[in-house]
């Protein structure tokens, strides 16, 4: 559950269908990212038997992606869609049985949750729900479901003595009034007034029934005590706490809409699962520590209350998911080294890896990502991914696991596709090791070839990690012929509390020494023409690329991507600016405005000469757009070669909002590193 403000969570596995980069066709084509396919958020049922997961088609008639409800039996035969149309789906739930699923469907502004019978094709519309709904979960008893739900609540109120506009008159819009600093959200745009709440529905369908009354915050994580007649949830961001998500508790809510409160310690406690019997409740938990970086760890309590105990603390990974397995085991999830991890532990610590494949649920660039379930009998569902393909429906138990589906066998089964090697180095700054892939050029052999150009490719967050995943970016710019290098570099979340928080008041600093230290590794291990070295990254990433080039004249071009480039106006006017500056800068940007400009990569613009594409989402809000428009400004005023790329309805997460939006980045980074190569330069004179 390690919640991380983001400029933007082994035994052998036999897999099979996975595609090899050997003996493939040709390199892949921009067109190809249209007929990509991922699965994604696998249920299995509670007997084992089956799975229900997303399966996400992009889609070239409507530059969407569409999320289809699929369903694969265990061992891998009646893979079949559950539901057609044009709808799209999320949130699928067992019930008990194991007979019927519910899920959230979604067509042309309508949202309505349904049930199905798998076994006989049959579905019924059990309600509509005006505000979609999320984290459905069914009761053990298999009388209710229970998910939570936006709901409208009125916000401030101000007289302002406006009279009513006579009848048919059309007057403008009335202002929008905020009273705190929660009032936009990237992804979301403005935030309307009101919060989620959980409700319940009978399983055979009716009116749904509110049971809480949060005043503000987010409600998440719920669970059915299995007696059910409680809900657990986590309740955190609350406007008491500056709506910080680093604190939130456990609380409990009756079916007749008693609440009481659960955990009470310092920093957050979420993602709450309860034992079989009922007797004992594992959640994810945070220390409070300032921080930029702290990791969530697993704690086991008494459902009726008392201290915690901390399981697996000399793990140095961060646990993002957990679950039950028995009353005396639990599977777990965590990134380890750029790779995600299933395991199972047992209540007295002993845990045993079961799989590291975890992972390909984004289409864009190679981050860390993918989930599990797991059933009441030991088995597992999880996304199981490779360098050369995306998540594919993967199952087992503790002894290991197969893939059960291979969804883009007809794309990536005839492309050529890079090659994916790891690669480390050791730091300038300190000689500490730092880990990273490198993508060489379909057919690239090494033997007598020239040397390449070379693209370093910078992860976002600054807190999160790339591994080796597929990358549907990645693989374009390797297939234009350049090699790739993605890293880790200090920060990055997978190696310890330690080493993420390297950078803790100090970002961007000696990271930036990790990224060239890493360039020149490629370029000592003779693949790389240090003539011809390219730098992009986008959040996080754009940050260090405006960092480099304020600092070398290395490269012959770069790429910033939706960067901060002014931490005062980042931090002021950005949706989560005011909730991380405490854990970030610790001061405010008044009482030391010399600290947030000397972090500022704007502080540097005086020294760049390296021709510059600055692009963003122009609907970002994460790191607003006018942060793009100061340092292209900037850099126009200097005088250098410089160009902004606004790509229209998109927020921050440009690659994995709609295919052509990946295309479209992916596109103008090659055209303008294309326009800047050395080589072509001197074949023009």
Not at 431 to 453: F, M, T
């Amino acid at each position: 559950m390690a919640i991380r403000f983001s400029l933007m969570a082994t035994a052998s596995l036999a897999l099979t269908g996975a595609a090899s980069a050997n003996d493939l066709e040709g390199p892949l084509q921009f067109e190809d990212v249209f007929s990509l396919e991922m699965a994604a958020s696998p249920q299995i049922s509670p007997d084992g038997d089956h799975i229900v997961y997303i399966r996400r088609s992009n889609d070239i008639m409507t530059d969407r992606t569409r999320p289809a409800l699929w369903v694969v039996d265990y061992d891998g035969s009646d893979h079949r869609p559950i539901a057609s149309g044009s709808a799209s789906y999320s949130g699928a739930a067992w019930s008990p049985d194991s007979e019927a699923i519910v899920a959230v469907a979604s067509e042309e502004g309508e949202t309505s949750l349904i049930k199905f019978w798998p076994s006989t094709g049959r579905q019924a519309r059990l309600a509509e729900l005006p505000f979609g709904a999320g984290n459905l979960t069914w009761s053990p008893d298999g009388q209710w479901i229970a998910f939570t739900m936006f709901t409208p609540a009125p916000g401030p109120q101000v007289d302002i003595g406006m009279p009513s506009p006579p009848p048919g008159a059309e007057w403008a819009a009335p202002s929008i009034v905020d009273e705190t600093t929660r009032y936009e959200f990237d992804g979301v745009g403005e935030i309307p007034d009101g919060g989620s709440q959980i409700y319940i529905i009978s399983a055979e369908g009716g009116a749904p029934q509110r049971l809480t009354s949060a005043a503000d915050g987010n409600i998440s994580g719920l669970e059915w005590h299995p007696d059910s007649e409680e809900i657990f949830y986590s309740w955190g961001g609350r406007e008491a706490d500056g709506f910080d998500f680093r604190k939130s508790d456990i609380w409990a809510v009756s079916r007749f809409g008693q609440e009481r409160q659960i955990t009470d310690f310092p920093g957050p406690e979420g993602s709450p699962t309860i034992s079989p019997d009922g007797e004992t409740l594992a959640y994810l938990g945070e220390e409070e520590r300032y921080e930029s970086n702290v990791d969530a760890n697993l704690y086991v309590m008494d459902i009726d209350g008392g201290e915690p105990r901390r399981l697996l603390a000399e793990l140095d990974r961060g646990i993002d998911q957990v679950e039950w397995n028995g009353d005396s085991a639990l599977w777990v999830r965590f990134d380890d080294r750029g790779q995600t991890v299933l395991a199972r532990t047992t209540l007295s610590g002993n845990l045993d890896r079961v799989t590291d494949a975890i992972g390909g649920t984004t289409f864009g660039r190679p981050y860390t990502s993918g989930s599990f379930s797991a059933s009441n009998n030991g088995r597992w569902a999880a996304t199981l991914a490779s360098p050369y393909d995306l998540a594919d429906v993967g199952a087992g138990n503790r002894r290991g696991g197969r893939e059960l589906t291979d969804l883009n066998a007809d794309v990536l089964g005839r492309a050529e596709l890079a090659e994916i090697m790891e690669v480390s180095w050791e730091s300038s700054a300190d000689g500490r090791e730092i880990q990273g892939w490198l993508a060489l050029p379909p057919g690239y052999s090494g033997q007598g070839d020239e040397r390449l150009p070379l693209i370093l490719e910078i992860h976002g967050g600054p807190h999160t990690a790339y591994g080796p995943q597929f990358s549907g970016e990645v693989q374009l710019m390797a297939a234009a012929g350049y090699a790739v290098l993605y890293t880790n570099p200090r920060g990055s979340t997978s190696y310890g509390e330690e080493f993420a928080n390297l950078i803790d008041k100090a970002y961007p600093g000696n990271d930036v020494d990790d990224l060239l230290s890493g360039v020149d590794h490629v370029i000592e291990m003779g693949i790389a023409d240090e003539d011809r070295l390219f730098v992009t990254g986008g959040s996080g990433g754009g940050v260090l690329t405006a960092q480099l080039i304020g600092m070398t004249d290395r490269f012959a071009a770069a790429a910033v991507g939706k960067p901060v480039i002014n931490w005062t106006s980042f931090t002021l006017a950005a949706d989560i600016g005011p909730a991380i500056m405490p854990y970030w800068f610790g001061v405010t940007p008044w009482d030391e405005p010399e600290e947030y400009w000397r972090r500022s990569p704007l502080s540097l613009v005086g020294n760049v000469e390296t021709p510059s594409l600055v692009f963003v989402g122009a609907e970002d809000r994460r790191t607003p757009v006018f942060e793009s428009e100061q340092y292209y400004n900037a850099l126009q005023i200097r005088g250098i070669d410089s160009r902004l790329v606004r790509i229209p309805g998109t927020y921050h997460g440009i690659a994995d909002s709609r295919p052509s939006r990946l295309l479209q980045k992916v596109g103008h980074i090659l055209a303008w590193f294309e326009e800047y190569d050395p080589a072509n330069a001197e074949g023009e004179e």
